[in-house]
């Protein structure tokens, strides 16, 4: 998009933005005008998708219907059902921002026919494997009656990569469009490591987030590597022994960190000084989050963790540091 893009998407890539993705909005308002355009948008949509689904007060079918519908407006344009639907549907959200997402959902739409067409093809792509993955998460765990667990580590696998590791490579494809030669590896190369650091920020998530998930029947962790860490009987919530729990968790968050040094491969790999900086605002935070989760009490519960105010603070001055200087060392 243009370096002064019009009022109407400054009216979402501002204040609205800003309300729905709290410290992600640093990066993506850093980002060099010729690309902030498409990922802003497409994150605003792909939010907007993402509401759809995890409203729990709503029956999983009705968000799968919508969900498609989603999916058919980003080929056909929305229609005004769909509109209508998803302004009826934001009434149940609670969230003020992601509320008003939902009700200017006609306005995202517009934006993303303002992209170029190549920028356009390539956000909604992204957008459908999101879509893939939030189906899938719904038809794996339709409700909160009942704990369910992926099977197994291959399902894990698909799905993070289908909702943050397509990410990573969308978000590589469109700056390589938008500002050739702005990394120092091949393209090819950038793509599996923005893919592989997309997956590593949402095995984080997935482990930060795992006491909650467990409260509306969902678990991210593998059955079969619980099963193999001793876990005898059901996966059930809250657990009589957590050590099995720990022992898979703690796999996951080495596999997390392994992912993440790949972020500071990609990291290291753009020369433009706001590249980096927005690249390193999640992979620091996601180091973070990291040490919290490695402080914990490790045969007890796992409880959530945040990064707080000040720690994010912290991040922005780290980062920008480095994005400036070029020297950027993993944590």
């Given at each position: 998009m243009s370096e002064n893009p019009p009022p109407d998407a400054r009216s979402l890539q501002g204040p609205l933005l800003a309300a729905v993705s709290r410290s992600f909005y640093l990066s993506l308002r850093f980002l060099p005008p010729p690309v902030r355009g498409a990922l802003s948008v497409g994150y605003l949509l792909a939010r907007a998708a993402d509401t759809m689904a995890d409203v729990e007060a709503s029956p999983a079918a009705e968000r799968l219907g919508l969900l498609?519908?989603?999916?058919?407006?980003?080929?056909?344009?929305?229609?005004?059902?769909?509109?209508?639907?998803?302004?009826?549907?934001?009434?149940?959200?609670?969230?003020?921002?992601?509320?008003?997402?939902?009700?200017?959902?006609?306005?995202?739409?517009?934006?993303?026919?303002?992209?170029?067409?190549?920028?356009?093809?390539?956000?909604?792509?992204?957008?459908?494997?999101?879509?893939?993955?939030?189906?899938?998460?719904?038809?794996?765990?339709?409700?909160?009656?009942?704990?369910?667990?992926?099977?197994?580590?291959?399902?894990?696998?698909?799905?993070?990569?289908?909702?943050?590791?397509?990410?990573?490579?969308?978000?590589?494809?469109i700056c390589a469009a938008g500002l050739p030669g702005v990394f120092t590896r091949k393209e090819a190369e950038m793509t599996a490591l923005g893919g592989r650091f997309g997956q590593g920020l949402q095995l984080i998530n997935i482990l930060r987030d795992q006491a909650g998930d467990a409260v509306i029947g969902?678990?991210?962790?593998?059955?079969?590597?619980?099963?193999?860490?001793?876990?005898?009987?059901?996966?059930?919530?809250?657990?009589?022994?957590?050590?099995?729990?720990?022992?898979?968790?703690?796999?996951?968050?080495?596999?997390?960190?392994?992912?993440?040094?790949?972020?500071?491969?990609?990291?290291?790999?753009?020369?433009?000084?706001?590249?980096?900086?927005?690249?390193?605002?999640?992979?620091?935070?996601?180091?973070?989050?990291?040490?919290?989760?490695?402080?914990?009490?490790?045969?007890?519960?796992?409880?959530a963790v945040k990064v707080t105010r000040p720690e994010v603070k912290r991040h922005v001055r780290r980062a920008l540091w480095m994005a400036l200087t070029g020297r950027i060392n993993p944590c």
């Open positions: 498609a519908q989603f999916r058919t407006a980003l080929t056909d344009g929305p229609d005004a059902e769909f509109l209508n639907r998803a302004r009826a549907f934001a009434a149940k959200v609670d969230h003020s921002g992601e509320r008003e997402l939902l009700e200017r959902l006609a306005e995202c739409f517009g934006q993303l026919g303002k992209l170029t067409a190549d920028a356009q093809e390539k956000t909604r792509t992204v957008l459908g494997h999101i879509l893939d993955g939030m189906t899938l998460d719904l038809r794996r765990f339709p409700d909160a009656a009942q704990l369910r667990s992926l099977r197994s580590d291959a399902e894990l696998e698909e799905y993070t990569w289908l909702v943050a590791g397509a990410v990573g490579e969308f978000w590589t494809a969902r678990c991210y962790l593998p059955a079969e590597w619980l099963l193999a860490a001793g876990l005898s009987g059901e996966v059930v919530w809250p657990a009589t022994d957590w050590r099995p729990w720990q022992t898979v968790r703690q796999e996951l968050i080495s596999r997390a960190r392994h992912y993440l040094k790949d972020g500071w491969t990609y990291a290291a790999s753009q020369r433009s000084i706001r590249l980096r900086f927005a690249t390193l605002m999640p992979l620091l935070i996601g180091e973070g989050t990291l040490q919290q989760m490695e402080s914990l009490p490790p045969d007890g519960p796992p409880v």
